[in-house]
């Protein structure tokens, strides 16, 4: 969705209700692609204050994760509030407000940007997800495996081996 910056800043109102939904394409995330597989809606007002804009909206979006643990995909619903502030003043620079260089503001790249953040560094199927078998792969949540699990530190694995070969 882009907006004409003077037109809020100029205008006796000052105030533009946001209602926006969009298609976010996939993309990807510390080595994982990330698939919406909801549209995107933004909901809320984008008000001018002097030279500044500030948007307020709540954006929702389901999205299709693949988990840290069992390589599962799952789906991860985003339901966030945000708020922006943008201006076309070059004087007014500062870290919490966005210049934008032309007249034209496009809040899709901010929306994507924000949900982004919001993605948590690992992603989890579920909270207890047991993962993978160190030995044979089978996904621990659907499955059990009859593999030794021994608790042993694999920097200490080489020791193991001369226990095992000691004669008597």
């Given at each position: 969705m882009?907006?004409?910056?003077s037109?809020l800043?100029?205008r006796?109102?000052?105030?533009?209700?946001i209602?926006?939904?969009?298609q976010m394409?996939?993309f990807?995330f510390?080595?994982d692609?990330?698939?919406?597989?909801?549209?995107?809606?933004v909901v809320?007002v984008?008000?001018?204050?002097k030279?500044i804009?500030i948007?307020?909206?709540?954006?929702?979006?389901?999205?299709?994760m693949i988990c840290?643990?069992?390589?599962?995909?799952?789906?991860?619903?985003i339901?966030?509030?945000?708020e922006?502030r943008?201006?076309?003043n070059n004087e007014l620079?500062s870290?919490?407000?966005?210049?934008?260089l032309?007249?034209?503001l496009?809040?899709t790249?901010?929306?994507?940007?924000?949900i982004?953040?919001?993605l948590?560094?690992k992603r989890?199927?579920k909270?207890?997800?047991k993962?993978?078998?160190?030995?044979c792969?089978?996904?621990?949540?659907?499955e059990?495996c009859?593999c030794?699990k021994?608790d042993?530190?694999i920097r200490?694995?080489?020791?193991?081996?001369?226990?095992?070969?000691?004669?008597v």
């Amino acid at each position: 969705m882009k907006i004409r910056v003077s037109d809020l800043i100029s205008r006796k109102e000052r105030s533009k209700k946001i209602d926006y939904k969009f298609q976010m394409p996939k993309f990807e995330f510390e080595g994982d692609i990330i698939t919406p597989i909801s549209d995107c809606e933004v909901v809320g007002v984008i008000k001018s204050d002097k030279d500044i804009l500030i948007m307020e909206a709540k954006v929702t979006v389901t999205l299709e994760m693949i988990c840290s643990r069992c390589l599962d995909t799952f789906i991860y619903p985003i339901d966030i509030d945000i708020e922006e502030r943008f201006t076309n003043n070059n004087e007014l620079q500062s870290e919490e407000v966005i210049i934008v260089l032309d007249d034209v503001l496009d809040i899709t790249e901010i929306v994507e940007n924000n949900i982004i953040s919001t993605l948590p560094i690992k992603r989890l199927c579920k909270d207890d997800c047991k993962g993978l078998c160190q030995e044979c792969g089978a996904n621990l949540n659907k499955e059990s495996c009859s593999c030794i699990k021994g608790d042993v530190d694999i920097r200490f694995d080489v020791l193991k081996s001369l226990f095992n070969n000691k004669e008597v």
